[in-house]
């Protein structure tokens, strides 16, 4: 070591001890700034004298490998040397000798001044971290919470609004049936007017030939006399007029229930077949001037579904409606069925007709907002949309098939007993 020092040029600043010892004495003492001597002595001497006011600092000025050695050629003395390091480490004895010997390089004092640094050095920028993620977990909490509200307050916006979609659909499709049932309504009720002054009429007969048997008169016998024709026509007039007048009743009452502002939520047991007898009627003028060949195909004793009735009739009324406008002539034919699927156990409601079929396209677009082929002739665009999510929130689907120029189908598949979708 000193051969090493003085070839570095340090020979002038040396000072000499006797022993490591001694020069680590020295240097506690406050002689010289450094003690050089080799590692494991020098930390041992530290621990054994007590020397703790002396920082080791490690820096390699020659390094040595310890280690055993024999001639070559003498294979069996080396054999003999491993052989008994190989039992001394079995035994734990090489443990505990290099605890002994070596422990003190795995054990040295570390300075609080060092501990600090180290510590510090680890531990602020976890703080900082700590701290920084806080103050973003903090103002993502904020955040959330704010979109929470805004998120709460756009889905209820949306609800009104898809509530007034529907409601907007169901009034372009009633201002379609309006001009048909206003024909409707007249001929029953301008049935009633032509009879009513023939009634009158009769009724003053009537009660001509009353006063004349009550005279004892001999006129109301008369086999075709005042009383046989008043006993002939008044019961059918009267018979007609009552008729008359349900009809318009009937058609009243399917334009007012199905025009009202209705609920999602309102569910109650339907027969399939019932939303499809009311749609046809509402529909019944517009059917016939679209085509002379409308067929009803309705199964009997269809298990009931549950829903929202007038949101169901709203589906049937624009599909049925939606065939109509896709007829080229009256020589085109439309047929509505019903039908159990036992597979899906669900109700099938199905409106076929013989149009002018779907472009494949428009076939992906059939159920999207606002989208129309009839947009010259008034078409809005919603009719289908909106059915398409009413079928959705009674967990069914609604699917069309088409080939162009061949006609088309809409089928319409509503579960037996339904789960309401949140």
């Known amino acids: 070591m000193h051969d090493i020092l003085t070839g570095l040029g340090l020979e002038k600043d040396l000072v000499f001890s006797d022993t490591p010892t001694d020069g680590l004495r020295l240097l506690a003492a406050g002689t010289g700034d450094y003690a050089v001597v080799a590692l494991l002595p020098g930390l041992f001497t530290i621990k054994a004298e007590h020397l703790d006011d002396l920082r080791v600092v490690i820096r390699s000025v020659t390094s040595q490998s ?12 080396l054999s003999v040397f491993n052989e008994g390091l190989a039992l001394i480490k079995l035994s734990g004895r090489y443990q505990e000798l290099r605890r002994k010997w070596f422990g003190v390089m795995d054990s040295r004092n570390i300075s609080w001044h060092t501990a600090f640094k180290y510590t510090a050095m680890v531990l602020v920028p976890l703080l900082l971290l700590l701290g920084g993620f806080t103050a973003w977990s903090y103002s993502l909490r904020r955040v959330v919470a704010q979109r929470t509200r805004s998120l709460s307050t ?3 916006e949306l609800r009104r609004n898809q509530q007034q979609l529907v409601q907007a659909d169901k009034m372009a499709a009633l201002g379609t049936l309006v001009s048909g049932v206003a024909h409707e309504i007249n001929n029953p009720n301008g049935l009633i007017l032509l009879n009513i002054p023939i009634l009158r009429e009769l009724i003053n007969e009537a009660v001509h030939v009353l006063e004349e048997t009550r005279a004892g008169k001999n006129g109301a016998q008369g086999g075709s006399g005042p009383y046989t024709r008043i006993r002939a026509h008044l019961p059918r007039i009267l018979e007609s007029m009552e008729e008359s007048a349900r009809r318009i009743k009937r058609i009243v009452d399917d334009l007012r229930d199905f025009s009202r502002m209705d609920s999602p939520a309102e569910r ?13 009627r509402l529909l019944g003028p517009k059917i016939r001037k679209a085509t002379g060949r409308f067929a009803s195909d309705c199964a009997q004793n269809l298990p009931r579904i549950r829903g929202s009735r ?51 396209d428009d076939m992906p677009r059939l159920t999207d907002p606002f989208f129309t082929t009839k947009r010259s002739e008034g078409g809005t665009g919603l009719g289908l949309s909106v059915s398409a999510g009413i079928v959705k929130e009674h967990g069914g689907d609604l699917r069309f098939v088409s080939t162009a120029g061949g006609g088309a189908e809409a089928i319409c598949v509503l579960p037996v007993h339904p789960e309401p979708r949140a």
């Open 66 to 77: 310890y280690s055993y050695a024999v001639r070559r050629g003498e294979d069996k003395i």
């Open 154 to 156: 756009a889905l209820e």
């Open 268 to 280: 109650e047991e339907i027969l399939l077949n019932e939303i499809v007898e009311r749609a046809a």
């Open 310 to 360: 007038h949101r169901l009739e709203q589906v049937a009324v624009n599909l049925i409606l939606n065939a109509c406008e896709a007829l080229r002539g009256p020589e085109d034919s439309i047929t509505v069925s019903t039908r159990y699927d036992a597979e899906r156990d669900a109700v099938v409601l199905s409106v076929r007709d013989t149009g002018r079929g779907i472009a494949a």
